[in-house]
């Protein structure tokens, strides 16, 4: 199939809801402040986390939110949905006529809107969102203001850790919300053949062990001491895995896409093993059918960084 990475973002929200471990972020919301917060969020992809946030209530009454992607794709996707999204729930959109992206600094680009509410009974935040287009090492070495929440979903696990943690957390003046970081387990049911399985899979995880940029299969329970030797306090940490499963041969909302995004990872990092083309022939036909679950193991982290 032709893979769209936007709409495996938008797949996997439902997918995400699910996973993200409640008590941290019960304990992100108890740390934020009522009226006014700054937030950066790094490899924010389309957006879906801030509209997440927004679904759920947790932001305060005024926010500055500032996306972060390298991909130009998955910017150009946010600039569209987003507006798209708050218009659909009742917030009044104001965003700047079409131009091109504007140079703020050497190799980082930026375009802005602003979401308020229309008129309304309930009280919701008014955000104003800057989306930036850059690589991230970029985007730290321009020094930024720090905000007070740093986020990074579903990101940590691509980067070099614990090397890039000091410029990342450089970010933040205060919290790090730190969630989806893989953490060394993929599991596929039914099982087909459980050597091979076990195999494929293994093979899977050393592809992010060996990314040229860096990366890391058990991101998530190094992060435990990767966070700790960069000076910052664990305020909660716990497991956010990726549970997909059908209910009477049919998956919820588009979570068979995001089930068919997962195959295409394994095919574009192992397309090189022989063995590979008749097993993801099996696993898509249990998709088809309607049968196939699918477990990623996963760990959340808030963290705070420590006075002085």
Same mark, same amino acid.
């Given at each position: 199939?032709?893979?769209?990475? =936007?709409?495996? $973002? +938008?797949?996997?929200?439902?997918?995400? #809801?699910?996973?993200?471990?409640? *008590?941290? /972020?019960?304990? &992100?919301?108890?740390?934020?402040?009522?009226?006014?917060?700054?937030?950066?969020?790094?490899?924010?992809?389309?957006?879906?986390?801030?509209?997440?946030?927004?679904?759920?209530?947790?932001?305060?009454?005024?926010?500055?939110?500032?996306?972060?992607?390298?991909?130009?794709?998955?910017?150009?996707?946010?600039?569209?949905?987003?507006?798209?999204?708050?218009?659909?729930?009742?917030?009044?959109?104001?965003?700047?006529?079409?131009?091109?992206?504007?140079?703020?600094?050497?190799?980082?680009?930026?375009?802005?809107?602003?979401?308020?509410?229309?008129?309304?009974?309930?009280?919701?935040?008014?955000?104003?969102?800057?989306?930036?287009?850059?690589?991230?090492?970029?985007?730290?070495?321009?020094?930024?203001? =720090?905000?007070? $929440? +740093?986020?990074?979903?579903?990101?940590? #696990?691509?980067?070099?850790?614990? *090397?890039? /943690?000091?410029? &990342?957390?450089?970010?933040?003046?205060?919290?790090?919300?730190?969630?989806?970081?893989?953490?060394?387990?993929?599991?596929?049911?039914?099982?087909?053949?459980?050597?091979?399985?076990?195999?494929?899979?293994?093979?899977?995880?050393?592809?992010?062990?060996?990314?040229?940029?860096?990366?890391?299969?058990?991101?998530?329970?190094?992060?435990?001491?990767?966070?700790?030797?960069?000076?910052?306090?664990?305020?909660?940490?716990?497991?956010?895995?990726?549970?997909?499963?059908?209910?009477?041969?049919?998956?919820?909302?588009?979570?068979?896409?995001?089930?068919?995004?997962?195959?295409?990872?394994?095919?574009?990092?192992?397309?090189?093993?022989?063995?590979?083309?008749?097993?993801?022939?099996?696993?898509?036909?249990?998709?088809?059918?309607?049968?196939?679950?699918?477990?990623?193991?996963?760990?959340?982290?808030?963290?705070? /960084?420590?006075?002085?």
């Amino acid at each position: 199939m032709t893979h769209s990475f =936007p709409r495996y $973002l +938008l797949a996997k929200q439902t997918v995400d #809801d699910r996973a993200l471990n409640k *008590d941290v /972020l019960a304990a &992100l919301q108890s740390n934020l402040p009522d009226e006014q917060l700054s937030v950066i969020e790094v490899g924010a992809g389309i957006g879906t986390m801030l509209a997440r946030l927004l679904r759920w209530g947790i932001l305060p009454l005024a926010v500055d939110y500032t996306l972060l992607d390298s991909d130009p794709e998955n910017i150009a996707f946010a600039q569209t949905w987003l507006p798209q999204w708050a218009r659909e729930r009742g917030y009044q959109v104001h965003q700047p006529p079409a131009s091109s992206p504007v140079e703020i600094r050497e190799s980082v680009t930026e375009s802005a809107f602003s979401i308020r509410l229309s008129a309304s009974k309930s009280v919701t935040p008014s955000v104003n969102i800057t989306i930036i287009q850059a690589d991230l090492f970029d985007y730290i070495r321009s020094a930024p203001a =720090p905000a007070d $929440l +740093l986020i990074a979903h579903a990101f940590l #696990d691509l980067l070099p850790l614990p *090397d890039s /943690l000091p410029g &990342l957390l450089s970010l933040t003046k205060n919290l790090a919300w730190l969630t989806l970081n893989f953490d060394g387990v993929t599991t596929f049911e039914p099982v087909l053949d459980p050597e091979l399985d076990s195999a494929i899979e293994a093979a899977y995880h050393r592809t992010m062990d060996t990314r040229p940029g860096g990366g890391d299969s058990r991101s998530g329970r190094h992060l435990f001491g990767f966070l700790e030797q960069a000076g910052v306090q664990i305020v909660s940490a716990g497991a956010s895995d990726w549970v997909v499963y059908p209910v009477e041969g049919r998956y919820p909302a588009d979570e068979a896409y995001f089930l068919q995004s997962i195959l295409h990872f394994f095919e574009e990092s192992l397309g090189h093993l022989p063995e590979l083309a008749g097993w993801l022939e099996k696993r898509r036909a249990q998709l088809a059918r309607g049968e196939l679950v699918y477990i990623a193991h996963q760990i959340d982290f808030l963290a705070r /960084l420590k006075p002085g």
